[in-house]
Structures are given as C-alpha cells and as structure tokens.
C-alpha cells in the first residue's frame, strides 16, 4: 500500500514513532554496492534464463523445418500443403498463449525453478514424441504444435521475472537477454536441423500441386526424407540437456540479498497511520530558482523508493504506471492492458509469417539453395536475439511508447516492399528477412518490460501471461488468413495485407502513454523528513 509521496532530507536517517518504524533512501545516498557474490547470482540467473530460452525459441525453426515435414508427410501419402502445414506452428503459439498465465501462477505456488523445469520437459518430450506421430498429421499437431507449445508457456515468463528481480535498475535490458536467447534458437538450430536432415545441400526436385492448384516444390529424395522423424529425437535429447542445466541456475533472488540489489526492507506498520501521525513537517514549496525537490515513493513492501522530479520517466526501482502492484483481475480490466493485448495481436501477425514462410516464398521465387535459405534463417537470428537486447535498452533508455513506435513503423516500412526484394537479388532478399527478425524480435522484450512497469513487477508473471494470451488469437487467424487467403491473394496479397496488421501496431503504440508514473503522483502531498 503506497502511503506517501515525501521529499527527503539528505541528513535523514528514518523517521520513528514508538516501536514502528519508516525507512528512506536520502537524496544523494546511492544504494550500497552489490557484493560480488550477488552479482555473481544475478548473472548467472540471466545465463540459466537464456540458456532456456534457446531452446524454447526453436519455435522459430519451423520455417526451416516446414519444406522436410512437409515433404515426408506428402511422400507418405498424405494431402498437405504449405499453406496447411502453418497449423502446426500455429498450435504451438495457441499452446503457449493459453498456458503463460498458468505459468506465472504456478511459479508463484511451487518456485520459478520448478515451473520452468516442468515447461521444458513438456516442451522437449513434444518434439521427441513427434518421432512417432510424424505419421500423422493431426497426431503431429498435437505433439510438435500444441504440446510443444504449452511447454514453451509454462516456461516462458518465469526466468524473464527472476532476472527483472536480480537486476530492478535494468528490467528492460535484463529481459532482453533472456529473451534474446529465444530469438537465437533457429541461429543453432536451423542449421543444426539442415545438416542432420540435407547435408548434401540437395535440391528440391518435386513439382507437385498445391495450394488453390498452384505449383509447389518438395523433396523427394528417400535418404532425405528418411532422416525427417529421427530428427526429432536427436533435437528433444538436445532441447532436455540445455533446459535442465539452465534451470540450476534460475532462482528469485532471496531476501537477505534484496537490499544489495536497490530494494530496501521497512518494518511493518500499521496501515491507518500516515505521516502526519510522525509529525513530519510539511514543506514550503522549493523556491523557483531551485532544482525541483527529489520525491520518493514510500512503500509498506519495498521502501522509499525514488522517482524523479522534472519530465515523467519510469524511475528503474519504483513500483508501476498505477503506483501499485496491480492483480491480474484488476490488470484486466484496464484500457493500457487492451492496448498491449491488441498490439500484441496485430504485430503477432507479422510474427507469424515471417517465422512461418520465408522459407517457402523464397523457394516460391527461386531465390536461392535449400542451404542458402536456411543460411538466411542462421544470419537472422543473431539479428532477432540482439533485436531484443537493443529494443530493451531502447525501453531502459526512453519508453515503451518510444521504442515501440520506431520498431513498428520501420517493420511497416520492410513489410511493404518485402514482395520485390526477390527482383532485386537474393541478398537485399536475406537482407530484408534478417531486418524484419531485427524489428519483430524487440516485441518478445517490449512488451514483457511494458507490463513489469505498466502494472508492477509482483505479478509480472501472470499479468505477461494474460498479454500473450492475444497469441491465441493470432495463431487462429495468422494461419486462418494464410491457409485460406493465399489461394486467393497469394504471396502478392498476404504480405501487404501483413504490413496493414503491422501499421494497426504503430497507431496502438502511438496513443499509448508515454509515462510510467503515476496519475494522481502530481496530486500527493510532498513532504520533507527533518534531521533531528
């Protein structure tokens, strides 16, 4: 419960009345230093945190994945395409949509460290049970897609709010890395995937008819295609070994250590008093010729808790947007959380395809080898893992609002033209592909760190899961649109109608806030604590 908005005194210790006690952080007193051993902690919850999420983010290698499955089940005998192969992936986003929040509620029940390790082995035993169920399509939907998928949400947020926690000065740049190992996974794993699968760079040598009767190609080589399901295997033994050695090192940070980290412990206190039952002076307002007088937000939980006079910025250690940690049912029920719910939506779209049919518009157009596309897919992924790094520090450094409309309009800008890039070589095509993965990957860091300071970091873990739980619905459509509408549109179509979902992005960021304080903060009292 915020009690106040005080102005503290550089010489003031604390402020007593009887045995209760309020604690401040004074004007110009830094935080003591992190011990070494802290420090240690921290980074290393970061590291287990991406170590995680590298795995997790092989998501991103069914781009590269979609032309072999594809291919095996239709040399297999079954009528597939391109177009209704995109069901997988999105099953997957389904997936991990609908279990995030559950997620970030049971790692508030058994520990971060466990849920994340239940995520993983869920996640992991998907893609190897896919060894068996390739022989089926709905069977690998339900292996490969959902299962995968709910895997990836039980194990997604919490190692993001562990790392927030270590590290409060730096939400925004500490989920970045966390996350810009879930945008390096396809940097590993395509390639990884590509030289088990067609070491021998083989070509695709079937024309068959697909989608709305139009020509596709595939692989019809039996060694190839042979190698498909164990894949599977070989990439689920991988995923487990990774997730389980991240998850030794994922932890909340323990509260003997929260004051090295910035936060500082008051005693409990009777919430029917205020500061006038201190008898704290109120002070005359600062003359003009002054700097404006430092405020400092006072908290039963965290402390005294500074934010900063003059242009409103989220302060790195104050609480949220509302001055309070905000529960996921009051969460829902706020106009900023359907703003982020709908530009999650809408930049899902953009997501999709891209993830989904590079690959394929690029063998559509002959573009390149099967080992140059997946090239192309190894040269995006660093840019989508420091996407995330960069979008975070952007964040850190500005806003929310600030660092999400330069991203999405730039991604407007890549979509719209992305259709010609194969007429102007295939290198302003990788080009173009490795920028889009560039802009996109920022929204996996953006909207995390737009809900920590949006509505407290408290419940960061179930409130992020209620946010992506809009990739239900855009997994929905995304494959809804593509399976239906390429037959009418084609590439030509989709990939304008995309930068039209992106473009809904910049005008959703643009009437977001661009504050992370309080309302009514302007409105409290400001008072100054007194030496005695």
């Given at each position: 419960k915020?009690c106040?908005m005080?102005?503290?005194n550089?010489?003031?210790t604390a402020?007593s009345q009887?045995?209760?006690r309020y604690?401040f952080?004074?004007?110009?007193?830094?935080?003591?230093?992190k011990?070494?051993?802290?420090?240690w902690r921290?980074?290393?919850?970061?590291?287990?945190?991406?170590?995680v999420?590298?795995t997790?983010?092989?998501?991103?290698?069914?781009?590269?994945?979609s032309?072999?499955?594809?291919s095996?089940?239709?040399?297999?005998?079954h009528d597939?395409t391109?177009?209704?192969?995109?069901w997988?992936y999105?099953?997957s986003?389904?997936?991990?949509?609908?279990s995030?929040y559950?997620?970030?509620i049971l790692?508030?029940?058994?520990g971060?460290?466990?849920?994340?390790?239940?995520?993983?082995l869920?996640?992991?035993?998907?893609?190897a049970l896919?060894?068996?169920?390739?022989?089926?399509?709905?069977?690998?939907?339900a292996t490969y897609g959902?299962?995968?998928?709910?895997?990836?949400?039980l194990?997604?947020?919490n190692?993001l709010?562990c790392a927030m926690?270590?590290m409060p000065?730096?939400?925004g740049f500490?989920?970045?890395?966390?996350?810009?190992?879930?945008?390096?996974?396809?940097?590993i794993?395509?390639?990884?995937q590509?030289?088990y699968?067609?070491?021998?760079?083989?070509k695709?040598?079937?024309?068959?008819?697909g989608?709305c009767?139009?020509?596709?190609?595939y692989?019809?080589?039996?060694?190839?295609?042979?190698?498909?399901?164990?894949?599977?295997?070989?990439l689920?033994g991988?995923y487990?070994?990774?997730?389980i050695?991240?998850?030794?090192?994922?932890?909340?940070p323990?509260n003997?250590?929260?004051?090295?980290?910035?936060?500082?412990?008051v005693?409990?206190v009777?919430?029917d008093?205020?500061?006038d039952?201190?008898n704290v002076?109120?002070?005359q307002e600062?003359?003009?010729s002054?700097?404006p007088?430092?405020?400092?937000?006072?908290?039963?939980?965290?402390?005294?808790?500074?934010l900063r006079a003059?242009?409103?910025r989220?302060?790195?250690?104050s609480?949220?947007?509302f001055g309070?940690d905000?529960?996921?049912k009051?969460?829902?029920?706020?106009w900023?959380?359907?703003n982020?719910w709908?530009s999650?939506?809408v930049?899902?779209q953009?997501?999709?395809?891209?993830a989904?049919?590079?690959?394929?518009?690029?063998q559509s157009r002959?573009?390149?080898?099967?080992?140059?596309l997946?090239?192309?897919?190894?040269?995006?992924?660093?840019?989508?893992?420091?996407?995330r790094?960069?979008?975070?520090f952007i964040a850190?450094r500005y806003?929310?609002?600030t660092?999400m409309?330069i991203m999405?309009?730039?991604?407007?800008?890549l979509?719209?033209t992305?259709?010609?890039t194969?007429?102007?070589g295939?290198e302003?095509?990788?080009?173009w592909?490795?920028?889009l993965?560039?802009?996109?990957g920022?929204n996996?860091?953006l909207f995390?760190?737009?809900t920590a300071?949006?509505?407290?970091d408290?419940?960061v873990?179930?409130?992020?899961?209620?946010v992506?739980?809009?990739?239900?619905?855009a997994?929905?459509?995304g494959?809804?649109?593509?399976s239906?509408l390429?037959?009418?549109?084609?590439?030509?179509g989709?990939?304008?109608?995309?930068?039209g979902?992106?473009?809904?992005?910049?005008?959703?960021?643009?009437i977001?806030?661009?504050?992370a304080?309080?309302?009514?903060?302007s409105?409290?009292?400001v008072?100054?604590l007194t030496?005695?």
């Open positions: 915020m106040s005080v102005s503290c550089p010489t003031s402020v009887g045995t209760d604690s952080t004074m004007e110009g007193e830094t935080p003591r230093k011990s070494e051993l802290t420090q921290a980074w290393l919850t970061v590291f287990g945190g991406a170590l999420h590298l997790l983010g092989t998501v991103y290698t069914f781009g590269n994945m032309p072999y499955i594809t095996y089940m239709r040399h297999k005998g597939i391109y177009g209704t192969s995109v997988i999105a099953l986003i389904i997936g991990q949509g609908s995030m559950f997620g970030g790692g508030r029940v058994i971060p460290r466990w849920t994340t390790l239940a995520g993983c869920l996640s992991s035993g998907g893609v896919s060894y068996f169920t390739i022989v089926n399509f709905y069977a690998l939907c959902f299962m995968f998928g709910l895997g990836v949400g194990a997604y947020v190692p709010s926690r270590w000065s730096h939400r500490a989920n970045g890395i966390v996350v810009a190992g879930f945008g390096a996974g396809a940097l794993f395509d390639q990884v590509t030289a699968i067609n070491p021998s760079n083989l695709v040598n079937d024309m068959r008819e989608s009767g139009k020509t596709e190609k692989f019809a080589q039996e060694k190839l295609l042979d190698r498909v399901p164990r894949c599977f295997l070989l689920g991988i487990a070994a990774m997730q050695i991240g998850c030794l090192f994922i932890r909340n323990p003997h250590e929260a004051q090295s980290l910035g936060y500082q412990q005693e409990q009777n919430t008093e205020n500061l039952d201190l002076p109120v002070a600062d003359d003009a002054r700097e007088a430092t405020r400092y937000q006072v908290d039963l939980n965290v402390g005294c808790t500074r003059g242009p409103i989220y302060p790195p250690n609480r949220s947007f309070e905000m529960s996921p009051r969460t829902v029920f706020t900023l959380f359907a982020l709908l999650f939506l930049n899902g953009a997501v999709a395809y891209v989904t049919l590079y690959k394929a518009f690029g002959n573009v390149g080898s099967d080992h140059f997946a090239g192309v897919g190894t040269v995006a992924s660093p840019f989508n893992a420091f996407a790094i960069f979008w975070g850190d806003s929310y609002r660092s409309l999405t309009s730039i991604c407007t800008v979509l719209s992305f259709y010609f194969p007429n102007m295939k302003v095509y990788a080009i592909v490795a920028m993965f560039f802009c996109l920022g996996f860091s995390p760190f737009a300071t949006t509505f407290g408290k419940f873990g179930p409130n992020y899961g209620l992506f739980s809009s990739q239900v619905v997994g929905v459509l494959a809804s649109l593509t239906n390429i037959c009418k549109l084609g590439y030509a989709l990939i304008p109608l995309c930068a979902f992106q473009f809904l992005g910049v005008v959703l960021a643009f977001f806030p661009d504050t304080l309080p309302s009514k903060a409105n409290l009292p008072r100054r030496s005695q």
